[in-house]
C-alpha cells in the first residue's frame, strides 16, 4: 500500500510542474517595415500572452502586423 502512494505522489507532484521553454516570437509586416523576434523563456500562455503584447505593440507602426509563437 505504501508502495501506491509514492507512486501517486510521484506522478502528481510530476502533473503539476510546469512545461517551461524558450519560445520565439516571429514578428512580422506586409511591407517588411516591422521584422522582429523575440525570444521568451516561460509556460507556453505566459509566452503566447507576450508575443500577443509585442503584436500590439508592433500594430502601431503597421497595421498589418502578425506576430507568430514558435
Known amino acids: ?5 509514492y507512486v501517486a505522489a510521484i506522478l502528481g507532484v ?9 519560445w520565439d516570437c516571429k514578428c512580422t509586416s506586409t511591407n517588411d517595415y516591422v ?3 523575440n525570444k521568451v523563456t516561460a509556460k ?9 503584447s509585442w503584436q500590439t ?13 514558435k
Open 44 to 52: 507556453k500562455k505566459d509566452a503566447k500572452a507576450a508575443c500577443d
Open 35 to 37: 521584422t522582429a523576434s
Open 14 to 22: 510530476a502533473s503539476l510542474t510546469s512545461c517551461v521553454k524558450t
Open 57 to 69: 505593440t508592433y500594430k502601431q507602426y503597421d497595421p498589418n502586423a502578425t506576430c507568430e509563437l
Open 1 to 5: 500500500m505504501k508502495k501506491v502512494f
